[in-house]
């Protein structure tokens, strides 16, 4: 175990009510920023691991913050565990006149420079003789000290990591008989594209999902070796936890019914290291994802569904926000059933990282309150936003897919044509599939040609930086910052006779890009006219 683990697995019993701590991923964005600003974590907030919350508003504005090699108070500041010699709980009892005990308690912190730190201010709702004995363990069990980041969803994580994921499901779905369906193959290209697979990546999985066979059959222990090499120590539950509810539902997809006898996760579930609370909680979050979108449901009984889920994941001990690194069964993005769920007050905000993909899903719709249901369509806003995303990342599936089978397709056709003994008449057929593929994949890019320009206009030709620095000035909406002024170039423009400096948009950018600007610059309300005048102000006096 290593030490981000043991701090996110042990932190809550510092507190008197385990309320005051907050464990990523499961830190509101707000709460997350407050505690970035005060405690001044500007270069180091994705390594947050838990926030000890003494404020008496519940702001996170005051208390303990932990990473991987450092605990910090609002007040007294950094200490870096290797630098911690021990840390004592004291409790002083004394009597006065009139014979009425007073109890002075703290705890004192010897750093190995022999300074001596007195604690106790901003630890009100603290059990101080926990907290002393929990940083004893830190100082005394370990000896590797090394920040993580915490805000990473799957599809931010590296190729390598994505392809063994990709992998272990698609062994499930062969060694159940031997072959693997269009349904399994379906949710397969479903995931693929949440996770944002490279060409390259999808390549090597249409390979393996091609050529595999009970003799040439990867072991699972290979690939969760490759998963712990390229991820974290302290995602691990997390991802074990996203893996089995991806599999569950391509478990689900293959049956009438949406049973829960599934030989493969239980016979391997002590390789995923799963408990059966977890793998309950799994089971229940492909179960809600179902109802979320293929029942009727209205805004309340999504959140109701969800609250009911985050009840459930808090029994298992494991962040709700796990279920949802890889995204939604039902085809969401992490960005977009965070959203949704964030909107509905729920608090899902930090499921993703804090580059754009997680971003957005933060922001996306703030704008966008739970209205009160006087019109009967308000009511069904959360389901109509999921829905929308749902179709975006279908649509690009089959984009995906298009290009998948041109390759098949221009394989063949090369095979074919080099093989002496194929009639003339198979050649001709074959050819004409690769015309109707080529037309096929011509129709898609003019799809894309079009909806690449309806994404520009959800950009602003020329940027306006003072108003987007103004936007962005949290420590977690920075990134937004760099991603938007990447898409722009710096150039010279005559206005009214005169030349002057603007960022102008770029030409060629990818349509998925220009999606997503379009989405920031939505749910930053860049184009709201208060933050117009703001921006303008700031550029006069910045």
């Not at 940083?135 to 000896?143: A, G, Q, S, V, Y």
């Not at 993580?148 to 392809?163: A, D, G, P, V």
């Not at 030709?461 to 936007?471: F, G, V």
Request: proline share 1%; glycine share 4%.
């Amino acid at each position: 175990m290593s030490v981000n683990v043991y701090i996110k697995e042990n932190v809550k019993k510092i507190a008197e009510k385990e309320k005051n701590v907050l464990v990523t991923p499961d830190i509101p964005e707000n709460k997350l920023n407050n505690a970035v600003k005060a405690f001044k974590c500007e270069d180091f907030y994705e390594s947050i691991l838990a926030i000890y919350d003494d404020s008496m508003f519940n702001n996170a504005k005051c208390g303990l913050v932990f990473t991987g090699e450092r605990v910090i108070h609002n007040s007294y500041g950094t200490f870096v565990y290797a630098d911690i010699e021990s840390v004592e709980h004291i409790v002083n009892i004394t009597v006065n006149d009139k014979g009425k005990e007073n109890t002075d308690e703290f705890i004192v912190i010897k750093t190995k420079d022999g300074k001596e730190h007195k604690i106790k201010d901003d630890l009100t709702f603290a059990n101080k003789k926990n907290l002393a004995e929990f940083l004893n363990t830190i100082i005394t069990d370990f000896k590797d000290f090394k920040e993580e980041n915490q805000l990473t969803t799957i599809s931010e994580m590296s190729e390598e990591f994505k392809k063994a994921y990709l992998k272990i499901i698609v062994n499930m779905t062969y060694v159940d008989d031997g072959e693997i369906d269009e349904k399994e193959l379906a949710e397969i290209l479903l995931l693929m594209t949440r996770l944002e697979l490279s060409k390259d990546s999808r390549f090597d999985i249409r390979t393996y999902l091609t050529e595999i066979s009970y003799e040439n059959l990867v072991s699972i222990e290979d690939f969760i070796t490759i998963i712990k090499e390229h991820s974290e120590s302290s995602h691990f539950q997390s991802l074990m936890i996203s893996l089995a509810k991806d599999m569950i539902n391509v478990h689900f997809s293959t049956n009438d019914s949406m049973s829960r006898d599934f030989k493969f996760l239980t016979e391997n579930q002590s390789l995923f290291n799963l408990s059966d609370d977890e793998i309950d909680l799994a089971f229940s979050a492909v179960e809600n994802d179902y109802k979320m979108l293929k029942e009727d449901l209205d805004d309340n009984a999504i959140k109701k569904n969800a609250e009911d889920l985050a009840t459930k994941a808090a029994a298992a001990g494991a962040p709700l926000a796990a279920v949802y690194i890889s995204g939604s069964v039902v085809g969401m993005s992490a960005a977009g059933i965070t959203s949704g769920l964030a909107t509905l007050g729920m608090g899902m905000g930090m499921t993703g990282g804090l580059v754009v993909v997680g971003l957005i899903g933060i922001m996306t719709y703030k704008g966008l309150k739970h209205l009160t249901g006087a019109n009967e369509l308000d009511k069904y806003k959360t389901r109509e936003l999921m829905l929308h995303e749902v179709i975006k990342q279908t649509q690009k599936t089959i984009s995906l897919i298009i290009d998948d089978i041109n390759f098949v397709v221009q394989k063949l056709n090369d095979v074919t044509l080099n093989h002496a003994e194929q009639s003339e008449k198979i050649k001709k057929l074959v050819q004409m599939m690769a015309k109707y593929q080529s037309a096929i994949k011509t129709v898609d890019n003019k799809t894309n040609h079009y909806q690449n320009s309806a994404n520009r206009l959800q950009c602003p030709r020329e940027l306006d930086i003072s108003r987007l620095k103004s936007l962005t000035a949290e420590a977690t909406k920075k990134p937004l910052f760099n991603f938007i002024i990447e898409n722009y170039k710096e150039e010279s423009i005559q206005v009214d006779g005169k030349q002057r400096n603007a960022f102008l948009l770029r030409d060629n950018i990818d349509t998925e890009i220009l999606d997503k600007m379009g989405e920031i610059f939505k749910s930053l309300e860049y184009f709201d006219m208060g933050n117009i005048m703001k921006g303008k102000v700031k550029g006069i006096f910045g």
